[in-house]
């Protein structure tokens, strides 16, 4: 037998963390690597933040989950709590984001179905998209390397260019339910949506009656110094599916509805056995304690827009290896001129700093939102010895 017991669809890795201080991770070794990966976006408290721990370790003694046959005072809190801080009226809790988006793709379709128009169903989704690795997320996403093998994808999606405005509204016809995207392209590259375009379908969806539904799994729960990305725009999307940072590390997902867009989410319609049990909320609400404040929000701007002004004064010096800075908040992309790999590799093996590689050559730094001024420092220092003893690798 040569398959490992773990399935292998990750590349193996010799980083095996066991222990985490803080914005660092330990391996077995006793090696710490700065963190600017946050596991993808998601531990944006660091790893050892004692409220989210104490929180966990104080429902897990008292009860961990009910089945969603009973009602949940812990769910109807957090649910209040985003309500109350969010455009939306209703939320579903998930165990993660692939399962936010399928409940946002569901509740797009009801609100048609719901009012008598079966023949909606098509969303409008974008190139390079990522919504996840279950078969509807799958087919809502372009790209062609998560769909190899996996044949037949689910029908009622249709790809634009990111950021074509024209080409969403050309490829609006009678079976259109709505929009699907992401404002900040993770797994894209951090792409940014622009105004012109995120506000733009709005327009459209208000002209046509579509659902906009947004995809912050990656961008949201503070990461670009507001709650919401779609705060920064000055628009309101009908749904949102939002993971990642929201259990700050416990599984934990929800789809966000107006009471309008939610019409076809009736009883007995969606369900899930985990989705927001005790425990989940728990987390959930030591997050929100801890990052849903204007302070916190307006401290993650700016150490924003210190980390990237560091960058983009950096990169000046190595015009061959590096092409720009975009994103927003501490959700950062440096763009490479060449595969982001080998680079990402050399980072973490070679100066111990952990960040994530993504589409169009870019690299994601996307650090644990209480860093301070000295992991910035340490950031920078472990990512200019490791641009002065980087050699781009040959083009296989
Ligand atoms: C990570 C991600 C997902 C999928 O989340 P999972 O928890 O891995 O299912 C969906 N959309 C976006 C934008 C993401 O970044």
């Known amino acids: 037998m040569s398959i490992t017991p773990l399935m292998p669809v990750y590349p193996r890795c010799s980083v095996r963390p066991v222990a985490g201080e803080h914005c660092h991770l330990i391996t077995e070794d006793g090696t710490r690597y700065l963190d600017f990966a946050s596991g993808i976006a998601v531990n944006l408290l660091g790893h050892s933040h004692e409220g989210l721990i104490s929180a966990i370790q104080r429902q897990a003694a008292t009860l961990m989950h009910v089945s969603n046959l009973y009602g949940s005072p812990q769910g109807e809190a957090l649910a209040q709590r985003l309500v ?10 998930t165990n993660s984001g692939a399962e936010a988006v399928e409940a946002a793709i569901k509740t797009a ?7 008598g128009d079966t023949t909606r169903y098509e969303l ?74 995120i506000r733009g379908l709005r327009e459209l969806a208000d002209e046509h009656d579509l659902m906009l539904a947004f995809d912050e799994v990656q961008c949201g729960v503070a990461r670009t110094g507001t709650f919401y990305a779609y705060e920064q725009y000055g628009v309101e999307p009908d749904i949102l599916a939002t993971a990642k940072g929201i259990g700050g590390g416990f599984p ?11 019409r076809g989410m009736t009883f007995g319609s969606h369900g899930s056995t985990y989705g927001g049990n005790p425990l989940a909320m728990a987390a959930g609400m030591a997050v929100m304690d801890a990052v849903a404040n204007p302070q916190f929000l307006a401290d993650v701007r700016e150490k924003g827009e210190r980390l990237r002004t560091r960058l983009e004064q950096f990169i000046g010096n190595y015009p061959e290896l590096f092409e720009g800075v975009r994103g ?44 301070g001024d000295a992991e910035i420092d340490e950031f920078m220092e472990k990512l200019s010895s490791a641009a002065a003893s980087y050699a781009v690798p040959e083009a296989a």
Do not use: W
């Open 328 to 371: 927003m908040g501490l959700m950062l992309g440096l763009k490479l001129r060449s595969e982001p790999r080998p680079f990402m590799v050399h980072l973490r093996d070679n100066h111990q700093l952990l960040t994530v590689a993504a589409a169009d050559d870019t690299l994601r730094i996307l650090p644990p939102l209480v860093i």
């Open 84 to 93: 109350d801080i969010t455009f939306a009226d209703t939320v579903f809790f």
């Open 109 to 115: 379709r009801a609100y048609h179905q719901a009012g």
């Open 124 to 197: 409008i989704t974008f190139n390079n998209a990522f919504h996840g690795r279950t078969m509807a997320t799958i087919s809502a996403s372009s790209q062609e390397k998560m769909h190899k093998g996996f044949a037949p994808l689910l029908s009622g999606f249709r790809y634009v260019e990111f950021n074509d405005l024209e080409g969403a509204r050309a490829a609006i016809g009678p079976q259109t339910a709505g929009f699907l995207v992401e404002p900040i392209q993770g797994e894209g590259g951090i792409r940014v949506g622009t105004p012109e375009f």
């Open 252 to 262: 934990l997902g929800a789809c966000l509805a107006t009471e309008k867009a939610a």
